[in-house]
T-cell receptor, first 116, second 112 residues
Framework: DARVTQTPRHKVTEMGQEVTMRCQPI?????VFWYRQTMMQGLELLAY????????DSGMPKDRFSAEMPDATLATLKIQPSEPRDSAVYFC??????????????FGEGSWLTVV | QKEVEQNSGPLSVPEGAIASLNCTYS??????FFWYRQYSGKSPELIMF??SNGDKEDGRFTAQLNKASQYVSLLIRDSQPSDSATYLC????????????WGAGTKLIIKP
């Protein structure tokens, strides 16, 4: 049963600490997304990659957030330094782009981050 | 600014009735349309996708697409309490690199 795997599932950290979230996309998928979801904002796109190349990270605060895809099986989202306003659930999703049908993406279970 | 609009709800429907969820989009070039269901505290899960005008049925779910009017809807027949969730509409476009544009979601409550 192929699925997107995210770690950690839950993280509580103090303001100013570095947070790294990891994602293993579904094998064979060529597109990976990082989303943030809060009650107030809904799903916000932070960054996405196609064939490991970053396509759009305009939704990501560049001063503290960074996203990378060091290989096809791992995507990372890093926050340094973390702030209380970063408290949210962070979803990774992966998909396979087909010219005929675009993206159908599948979500991981999310990383629930609380910054105190 | 490409937008996807959904009524935030909550939409309350009696058990056994048909629940109708609607979504409108601004980009006429949109090509693929998706419905995701998200239970509280869980991640979104894909219910259906549709590319062509008309209806697409899958069990109790029917997606309807009208590109001329720029709306897509999701009908849930014989609604069950387990259908209570937030339903997210998403749209993508080849010209924008298949980036998905998301609606804010409609909260659906099925009352026993």
């Amino acid at each position: 049963d192929a699925r997107v795997t995210q770690t950690p599932r839950h993280k509580v950290t103090e303001m100013g600490q570095e947070v790294t979230m990891r994602c293993q996309p579904i094998l064979g998928h060529n597109t990976v997304f990082w989303y943030r979801q809060t009650m107030m904002q809904g799903l916000e796109l932070l960054a996405y990659f196609r064939n490991r190349a970053p396509l759009d990270d305009s939704g990501m605060p560049k001063d503290r957030f960074s996203a990378e895809m060091p290989d096809a099986t791992l995507a990372t989202l890093k926050i340094q330094p973390s702030e209380p306003r970063d408290s949210a659930v962070y979803f990774c999703a992966s998909g396979l782009v087909r010219l005929s049908s675009g993206n159908t993406i599948y979500f991981g279970e999310g990383s629930w981050l609380t910054v105190v | 600014q490409k937008e996807v609009e959904q009524n935030s709800g909550p939409l309350s429907v009696p058990e056994g009735a048909i629940a109708s969820l609607n979504c409108t989009y601004s980009d006429r070039g949109s090509q693929s349309f998706f419905w995701y269901r998200q239970y509280s505290g869980k991640s979104p899960e894909l219910i259906m996708f549709i590319y062509s005008n008309g209806d697409k049925e899958d069990g109790r779910f029917t997606a309807q697409l009208n590109k001329a009017s720029q709306y897509v809807s999701l009908l849930i027949r014989d609604s069950q309490p387990s259908d209570s969730a937030t339903y997210l509409c998403a749209v993508n476009n080849r010209d924008s690199n298949y980036q998905l544009i998301w609606g804010a979601g409609t909260k659906l409550i099925i009352k026993p």
